[in-house]
């Protein structure tokens, strides 16, 4: 049997694929895919599921969050007292909340250079947490290996000053990951001593910028909690269910949802002129471009990752027995849709014995939809969202 499929025969005119964008401001739809997959990856390492098993959910865990230093004084909305230090009681959605008090004063260079630094410190982190803990269990480092695995996921988010900071779901579990209990001296409380140590401890060595040295570590506001069977609003304790809705929330934002940044890279500095940006991401982007001009801070690529303001780390990552993986999960969703067109066709979905000749021909036509696929894909995505609430 001979199957032809002619892409002008189709509803739009063309073969629509996804774009694969995690980006919602650039593809709702696909962000959409990608924060469900993120939640899941993060559900199945706290409670089991896709192939980890229940028992993880009794591992020590906690929800961290490494913020960054201050680079000088920004428009806040305080909880320690009623009003911002410009003596304003700003609104949630207020614009001006983040950007400098007093622009020509703040650390611009300091703030670009821990955003291209962050992911080093992270790594160096987690480096000094495994210590910290063999350190508390009365371990060595090599011991620690037989006895206990640190296993996390975590995303980065931006603050509004433009500055990033990480959400990790942190797990101690046994020697092979989540699949093995973890010893008997394993418990949450060591495991939150043990991450306010690291992150005290850990400091990355950066560049020195005419005459004036640079050196990163994570901010003083460091939150630890653990995470149990409560609710996440009503106080310290956290579900497993709400810390991963919280940070797959956050896996499909960049800097333009909380900066006013671009979503896009810029080849030119004059494209800056017509950008709709704020005045604070487009001085954070000046720096990162005049930086970049720098032949000692070259492998900073600090203008290739201006719209970013400097961090050019991957947005989501985690060890490789936290829990399963989004390449899995995309290629069960693949299989999945490929099962539902074969039984669609009056197929069983087993593969056939005889060959198969694929002849195909494809072009590039563009990237982006028209105005009427884009009307489309919100009404389906809407009606989508509301079938799951």
């Not at 909380?258 to 704020?278: C, K, M, N, P, W």
């Not at 000749?357 to 894909?377: I, M, P, Q």
Request: glycine content about 8%; aromatic content about 8%; proline content about 4%.
């Amino acid at each position: 049997m001979v199957h032809r499929l002619d892409s002008a025969t189709m509803p739009a005119g063309q073969l629509l694929v996804r774009c694969n964008n995690r980006r919602a401001t650039r593809c709702r739809t696909c962000a959409e895919t990608y924060r469900r997959d993120t939640y899941h990856l993060i559900t199945a390492g706290l409670r089991g599921g896709k192939g980890v098993p229940e028992d993880v959910s009794a591992h020590p865990r906690v929800f961290a969050t490494f913020t960054a230093p201050g680079f000088g004084p920004v428009h806040n909305r305080p909880s320690n007292r009623p009003a911002c230090r410009c003596g304003v009681v700003h609104a949630p959605d207020d614009p001006v909340l983040g950007t400098p008090l007093a622009p020509e004063r703040y650390d611009y260079e300091a703030a670009v250079l821990w955003n291209a630094h962050a992911g080093a410190l992270w790594r160096r982190f987690s480096i000094y947490l495994r210590r910290e803990i063999a350190k508390r269990a009365g371990l060595t480092q090599r011991a620690f290996r037989r006895f206990a695995r640190v296993s996390f996921a975590k995303v980065a988010e931006y603050q509004r000053r433009g500055a990033v900071h990480f959400h990790a779901v942190i797990r101690l579990d046994g020697p092979d990951g989540g699949s093995t209990p973890p010893p008997h001296w394993a418990s949450a409380e060591l495991l939150t001593d043990a991450i306010r140590a690291a992150a005290r401890a850990a400091v990355v060595a950066g560049p020195t910028v005419d005459g004036r040295e640079h050196s990163f570590v994570f901010g003083r506001q460091l939150d630890v909690r653990v995470i149990r069977s409560a609710d996440f609003e009503g106080g310290t304790e956290l579900t497993d269910r709400a810390v991963a809705g919280y940070i797959a929330k956050y896996a499909t934002k960049g800097a333009e949802t909380a900066t006013g940044t671009l979503d896009r890279r810029i080849r030119l500095l004059a494209e800056l002129a017509h950008a709709d940006v704020t005045d604070h991401a487009r001085r954070m982007i000046r720096t990162c471009w005049e930086l970049g001009a720098r032949q000692d801070l070259e492998h900073l690529r600090l203008r290739a990752w201006a719209h970013m303001l400097g961090f050019r780390g991957h947005f989501s990552t985690k060890t490789r027995r936290y829990s399963t993986t989004l390449t899995t999960l995309r290629e069960a969703r693949a299989e999945w849709r490929r099962l539902q067109a074969a039984l669609a066709h009056g197929d069983d979905g087993q593969e056939q014995t005889a060959p198969t000749l694929v002849l195909a021909h494809w072009s590039y036509a563009g990237s982006g939809l028209t105005d009427g696929e884009r009307w489309l894909t919100d009404v389906l995505h809407a009606e989508r969202t509301e079938g799951d609430t």
